[in-house]
């Protein structure tokens, strides 16, 4: 902005006056800001409330003894009949809001009001292929810019002020199955993302742009055998990365349509310089016929943020068979073992296990159970590799057109999928949104074709208990232990938020945002949206106020995928609503 609207005639000041606001603050977010994203308390620039995404908020104005005073102070509609899942979390910056809809849609609001700025809305051609509802999980912010990727497999940069594109860049061909769901991540300014379409035979990659000006600065696949590339000045350096030898966890050509996509984005860890991203199912889903450990799927990868190179990995569940991925977020967090402090992260996985590795390393520290009920393992080795129930593998068809049916919890949509989890500094637990549910499953004779769904495997999800599929579960990850537990009807698919204040938020597709104490997991607060809450809460301060904000409306791959599961919940109303909250000042009751 170069005008600060002083001089202006009296009929254009109120205009001039919001265009200097914007100005005088000089909007243009920046390296250090992103860094420093999660002890900032009055924006929130990262997805994750800061790249470590521990999702923890050090405000406590709003806490467990005043959080009945909460109030909603505005929603806003997401329009249009395009009402779908909603998992976006949203941007602070300056007073405005930035969040994504369904269909590739963006938003700019003024966060005080609600009040809506621009739009914009991607057009998606006919003919994407996203696996499990027309989602989205968020922007970036960087500099003057919104950034997104679309279900057409494209990153877009927004201009702040007016949501005009800046540049477009096609990261991958959305005609042989890949699109984009993830909130990209920006590190020393490079934008970073992952790729979705596992179930349509694409080879995953995770992808660095200039987020200046959208050139590819490296790409590194995820499925071993394919080679990483860095480009310097547009040119690509010749020698590529390598990613392994290829053939030697695949068998034959399989590696050239092996899945493993990032499609839920990473986070990094600034006290090792990595990324940390997690990779999806190998395809297809039919291991047998793919032996062999099939990496770099199922697995979680440090990887360095200049060119792309895999500094390690650790593979949750090795030649996996029942599309459990390994995409869930890996957490950086410390603790103190004997005086000494451990550079960890944590992560809980579809599998039903939840991992504690050395982040520095990748090594298995420990690992346990964090639902009910696990039947296709048997436990964990020392290094962290499943024991497998080979009776629970579902059988070979071989020549038949359907192999033996087992019946294996979790079910393939996870002990925990996509619904981020948070980290509390204060109490050391992890806050888990989890499911706990079963399946059918088989295999089937399946070959690649462009385009086309890749599983060779079929499924039932069924519910394991009649009175809750959900589970909040607040989890020590230095034992183990689960120090509280909150049963919920139907699956739970919404992210977590902690907060110094004691609480713990998270959303059900009942329609409800909630909030629980953190130590005791009582639920002190709850507030009917009207569509299921499957986005991701966000608290921010505001003129010297506490707000917070949740989208709501119901979709996801549970209605898509779930089985009789999705009978369950089938009668929920969809929606497409962002509501947000504040703790008014005068309400503000003394701790
Ligand atoms: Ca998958």
Redesign the pocket.
């Known amino acids: 902005m170069k005008h600060t609207g002083l001089r202006k005639p009296f009929a254009l000041t109120a205009l001039c006056a919001a265009v200097a606001m914007s100005s005088l603050h000089a909007w243009a977010v920046t390296d250090q800001e992103i860094l420093n994203d999660a002890k900032s308390t009055d924006q929130i620039v990262t997805n994750g409330l800061g790249l470590q995404g521990q999702r923890y908020s050090t405000l406590d104005t709003l806490n467990t003894n005043n959080i009945n005073q909460l109030r909603p102070v505005w929603g806003f509609s997401l329009g249009g009949e395009k009402q779908r899942g909603q998992e976006a979390q949203p941007l602070i910056k300056d007073g405005v809001m930035y969040i994504t809809g369904s269909y590739s849609r963006v938003y700019a609001l003024d966060a005080r009001t609600g009040k809506e700025l621009w739009q914009y809305d991607a057009r998606l051609p006919d003919g994407i292929m996203p696996?499990?509802d027309v989602i989205n999980r968020g922007v970036a912010l960087y500099g003057d810019l919104v950034i997104f990727g679309t279900l057409d497999a494209k990153l877009v940069a927004l201009n702040k002020d007016t949501g005009k594109v800046v540049w477009k860049k096609t990261v991958a061909d959305y005609k042989a199955g890949y699109s984009l769901t993830a909130a990209p991540l920006v590190v020393n300014g490079k934008l970073i993302t992952g790729v979705s379409g596992?179930?349509f035979g694409v080879v995953g990659k995770i992808e660095a742009y200039d987020a200046k000006n959208g050139e590819l600065l490296w790409t590194r696949p995820t499925v071993e055998g394919h080679m990483g590339y860095v480009w310097k000045d547009g040119k690509k350096v010749e020698s590529g990365i390598s990613g392994g030898e290829a053939g030697k966890t695949w068998p034959g050509d399989l590696w050239k349509t092996g899945?493993a996509?990032p499609?839920l984005g990473g986070y990094y860890d600034p006290d090792t310089d990595s990324l940390l991203f997690g990779t999806?199912?190998p395809a297809p889903?039919n291991s047998h016929l793919r032996p062999g450990d099939n990496l770099y799927s199922s697995s979680r990868l440090a990887l360095d943020p200049n060119d792309g190179s895999i500094k390690w990995h650790f593979q949750s569940t090795p030649h996996d068979g029942w599309?459990?991925?390994g995409?869930n977020e890996l957490i950086s967090f410390d603790y103190k073992d004997g005086g000494k402090t451990i550079k960890a992260a944590g992560t809980a996985d579809r599998n039903g296990f939840f991992y504690v590795l050395d982040r520095t390393n990748g090594k298995f520290i420990r690992g346990f159970p964090f639902v009910d009920k696990i039947t296709w393992a048997k436990g964990l080795d020392k290094t962290g590799r499943p024991i497998y129930d080979e009776a629970h593998r579902p059988g070979n068809p071989a020549d038949a057109d359907k192999g033996k049916s087992v019946f294996v919890a979790p079910s393939?949509l996870g002990g925990k999928n996509w619904m981020p989890m948070a980290y509390s500094q204060d109490t050391g637990l992890f806050y888990v949104p989890s499911n706990e549910w079963g399946m059918d499953i088989w295999n089937e004779g399946v070959s690649y074709k462009k385009g086309a769904a890749y599983l060779g495997a079929g499924f039932t999800i069924k519910p394991l208990n009649d009175d809750f599929i959900g589970v909040l579960r607040a989890i020590d990850p230095k034992t183990g232990k689960e120090v509280w537990r909150y049963n919920n009807y139907a699956p739970l698919w919404g992210g977590v938020l902690a907060t110094k204040g004691n609480l713990v938020f998270t959303g059900n597709p009942e329609g409800y945002l909630m909030a629980f104490d953190a130590k005791t997991g009582k639920k002190v607060y709850e507030f009917n949206t009207g569509s299921g809450v499957i986005g991701s809460p966000v608290t921010w301060e505001m003129d010297g106020e506490q707000y917070v904000s949740v989208l709501s409306g119901w979709g996801g791959a549970v209605p898509l995928w779930g089985g009789e599961v999705a009978k369950r919940v089938k009668d929920f109303n969809q929606g497409g609503m962002v509501w947000t909250f504040k703790l008014p000042k005068d309400l503000v009751a003394k701790r």
């Open positions: 696996c499990c596992g179930e899945g996509a499609w999806g199912n889903w599309d459990f991925d995409v393939f």
